[in-house]
């Protein structure tokens, strides 16, 4: 975490409810959620599978709604907002890292990247610009030209970082992030997420099932059946 923010919240949920309808059936997915995370601060969110990890993600991030309760994201309640704004805010403000990489197969590594710029109204060669610098930061400038085919997995996952950066983001969200790659790559690009964290004060919330990963976060929060169970601060070396 970047020195001098930790009192300065960049996540705010509280009482965070979400259910999921299907029919007459419906399933608690969380069950009043209240969680700060601080500017700067890299937080893994683990638990068991279906225990509501990944709709915590979604939902503080805007990307699902909820049923109840609030959450601001830098300052701004992103629960009351219209689609079209919290989709502006979004583009503006988060980056996002998923396992599957959700790289658009006919385009190159730099098209890729600049994609959230040119649909946020960025002109083209700006944006052009920005993407071979984020590409650039990641080690992957050479690759530029190449489109997801032609990259390697953990080479793929570098794009999606640089994708992820390219916007300037206050927090990047990710949700395993290191899940469909070999530990050796895993461990390189993790390693990217920390430098960029140290170099931009960007804050991370990391959905892992890996120990290794979340251990070297500054705060691991345990999940179990839609609550936070408990915190851990880990024992860094």
């Not at 001098?4 to 959620?33: D, F, I, N, W």
């Not at 190449?146 to 953990?154: I, M, Y």
Request: glycine letters at 8%; a negative charge; proline letters at 5%.
């Amino acid at each position: 975490m970047q020195p001098g923010h930790e009192s300065v919240p960049m996540v705010e949920a509280r009482g965070v409810v979400k259910v999921y309808r299907t029919g007459a059936l419906e399933v608690p997915a969380l069950q009043g959620v209240d969680l700060v995370i601080h500017r700067g601060e890299m937080v893994a969110v683990m638990g068991p599978s279906g225990c509501g990890k990944t709709t915590l993600l979604n939902c503080l991030s805007g990307l699902d709604d909820i049923d109840r309760g609030s959450v601001h994201v830098a300052g701004r309640e992103i629960t009351s907002m219209k689609d079209a704004e919290r989709t502006a805010f979004r583009a503006r403000s988060m980056g996002f890292i998923f396992q599957s990489y959700n790289l658009l197969p006919v385009l190159t590594a730099a098209e890729n990247v600049e994609l959230p710029l040119l649909v946020g109204g960025v002109d083209p060669r700006s944006a052009r610009k920005r993407a071979l610098e984020a590409l650039a930061s990641v080690g992957l400038r050479e690759r530029a030209d190449h489109k997801p085919t032609e990259l390697s997995g953990g080479q793929q996952q570098r794009v999606t970082i640089a994708r992820s950066l390219v916007n300037d983001p206050a927090i990047v969200w990710a949700d395993e992030p290191t899940g469909n790659l070999d530990t050796k790559t895993g461990r390189e690009v993790l390693d990217i997420m920390h430098r960029l964290n140290r170099e931009r004060g960007q804050t991370y919330v990391i959905v892992t099932h890996d120990p290794a990963l979340a251990a070297t976060c500054d705060r691991i929060i345990h999940m179990e059946s839609g609550l936070m169970e408990r915190e851990e601060i880990p024992a860094k070396a």
